[in-house]
């Protein structure tokens, strides 16, 4: 179908070789292509793909197009619910394209995604993009710095085949698992257990994975952190059905955290229980900076540690 275009954009974006904040198309005659665009799911931990139409062909207009677009909630949902993939809060700033490359630069408020979200907002942002012709590696920047891993790793440029969904449960590299976790309790006194959907890159090892979520802290209001949030990893392997964790000083460090409210034993096993939980691990070794003779509050951790399900409060 064949239309004159009228289409004022004026905000955010910047076309690089314009090099202004406002797009202004007129008389534009051009026909649709169709383009999938990506929403989020009603959970939000899965891309659900949707059919658009866009009328621009000239690459940086497509791209400037497809974003609105993509910034915009379908009119009619098939009795599906579905959430924009970038937050309110999320804007894309400006963008370039360089020969088949195309940098997207993000307000700072990417940043403050979630882990999950972020990887989907990623999966969902360069499949997206990735239709325009020309256009077939993408890179992430965020108020022109450029998007690191949770490692500090640049991750540079991405092309969509990096990007495979396996029944929904993988993207790209990455990995979806449900896994327990275990917190403290308000009071601090025992341990509870806490649900979560996890996305992770399938090079970092799941036993690391746990150990991370718990630095990250509890999601429920009612639960207490038990490792303290600047903790440093050092190690989490597994070798012959025995994970060994290796943390810095730090981990000695809790009870200044939480105000002496926190059974320090409770540190120690929230670390033991959630990896016997989701790696099948009956034996955890825990040292600091290599050493296994320290202590942390009145709790030994000399040895190797088995999952205590006395620590464990009773669901009510």
Not at 80 to 103: Q, R, Y
Not at 125 to 133: D, Y
Not at 165 to 176: L, R, T
Not at 235 to 255: E, G, M
Request: hydrophobic share 40%; net charge negative.
């Amino acid at each position: 179908m064949k239309k004159i275009v009228l289409w004022i954009c004026v905000a955010v974006l910047l076309l690089g070789a314009a090099g202004t904040g406002i797009f202004l198309f007129l008389g534009h005659e051009e026909d649709e292509t169709g383009y999938q665009l990506f929403y989020l799911n009603a959970d939000e931990d899965e891309l659900v793909p949707w059919d658009g139409l866009a009328e621009e062909s000239d690459p940086s207009a497509l791209v400037a197009e497809l974003y609105l677009l993509q910034q915009t909630l379908p009119e009619k949902q098939k009795g599906e619910e579905v959430k924009l993939l970038l937050p309110k809060d999320v804007i894309l700033m400006n963008f370039s394209i360089d020969g088949e490359a195309l940098l997207l630069n993000f307000s700072s408020g990417y940043a403050d995604m979630t882990r999950e979200r972020e990887i989907l907002v990623r999966a969902g942002m360069v499949r997206l993009f990735s239709q325009i012709p020309g256009v077939k590696k993408i890179q992430f920047m965020i108020e022109d710095e450029p998007l690191k891993d949770s490692d500090g790793t640049e991750l540079g440029f991405m092309s969509a085949r990096r990007f495979v969904e396996n029944s929904g449960k993988e993207i790209n590299s990455y990995i979806k698992t449900s896994m327990t976790l275990y917190f403290a309790d308000k009071e601090g006194k025992m341990l509870v257990p806490e649900e979560r959907n996890v996305y992770y890159n399938s090079n970092v090892p799941l036993e690391k994975v746990v150990v991370e979520q718990l630095v990250k802290g509890p999601k429920e209001s009612e639960h207490m952190t038990t490792l303290p949030p600047e903790m440093n990893i050092l190690s989490v392997t597994i070798q012959d059905d025995i994970c060994y964790v290796n943390l810095d000083d730090s981990f000695k460090n809790l009870l200044e955290l939480t105000g002496n409210t926190l059974k320090t034993e409770l540190a120690v096993y929230s670390i033991v229980n959630s990896l016997a939980s989701v790696c099948q691990v009956n034996k955890i070794q825990i040292s600091i900076n290599g050493k296994t003779n320290e202590q942390v509050g009145t709790t030994e951790i000399d040895g190797l540690l088995s999952p205590r399900s006395d620590l464990i409060r009773e669901e009510e």
